[in-house]
């Protein structure tokens, strides 16, 4: 059971990034899928969901109307489309599944992969 | 949204010792609080869900309690891999699924 995360880099204020994360092992298409980012030295927030099909999209205050999650299911993989990044955006940002049962924790996490937003 | 609030931030420990480390819930959350553990430079793992379940593969020297507001992750006996920073979540509200802020256990 992996989820293997991709995309991250240096960016200047105002560009855009986008973050991939592909899964195997497991049953992708049957789990909700979420971002979860950590800014360096700081706590987790999760930033957007996506259910398993797709239908249903959640996002944080901090990123609505700037991030764009979506999933393709056939490709097991989970995308996030960030425009209009500014300096607080940025943080590692890992990806990781969960379900309606097991507490909705989140498990399993992929490694992360890291935003810089800076001149 | 849920607040959660962890405590201690940090705590100093030696070998052996037994830690509980506290979360505690802004509004009642049922048992939907699990526990993570994260090391530096990784991804955080889950160590127990639904307050008191030990996720497949963690030691048994981990264990968790509480319900509604109050809730609690017990080391019996620490041990050189179980310095590391802790995080509790709340799964009760369908769209935050807050964090706790951490804590830090450190070797004495």
């Known amino acids: 059971v992996q989820l293997v995360a991709s995309g991250g880099g240096l960016v200047n204020p105002g560009g855009s990034l986008r973050l991939s994360c592909v899964g195997s092992g497991f049953s992708f298409s049957d789990y909700y899928m979420t971002w979860i980012r950590q800014a360096p030295g700081k706590g987790l927030e999760c930033v957007c969901y996506?259910?398993?099909?797709?239908?249903?999209?959640i996002y944080a205050d901090s990123v609505k109307g700037r991030f764009t999650v979506s999933r393709d299911n056939v490709k097991k993989t989970l995308f996030l489309e960030m425009n209009s990044l500014r300096a607080e955006d940025t943080a590692v940002y890992y990806c990781a599944s969960y379900t309606d049962s097991r507490g909705r924790s989140f498990d399993p996490w992929g490694q992360g992969t890291l935003v810089t937003v800076s001149s | 949204d849920i607040q959660m609030t962890q405590s201690p931030s940090f705590l100093s420990a030696s070998l052996g010792d037994r830690v509980t480390l506290t979360c505690r819930a802004s509004q009642g959350i049922s048992n939907y609080l699990n526990w993570y553990q994260q090391k530096p430079g990784k991804a955080p793992q889950l160590l127990i869900y639904a307050a008191s379940t030990l996720e497949s593969g963690v030691p048994s020297r981990f264990s968790g309690g509480g319900y509604g507001t109050q809730f609690t992750l017990t080391i019996s006996s620490l041990q050189a891999e179980d310095f590391a920073t802790y995080f509790c979540?709340?799964?009760?509200?369908?769209?935050?699924?807050?964090f706790g802020q951490g804590t830090t256990v450190e070797i004495k």
């Open positions: 996506i259910s398993d099909s797709g239908s249903a999209i």
């Open positions: 979540q709340e799964g009760y509200n369908p769209v935050s699924r807050t």
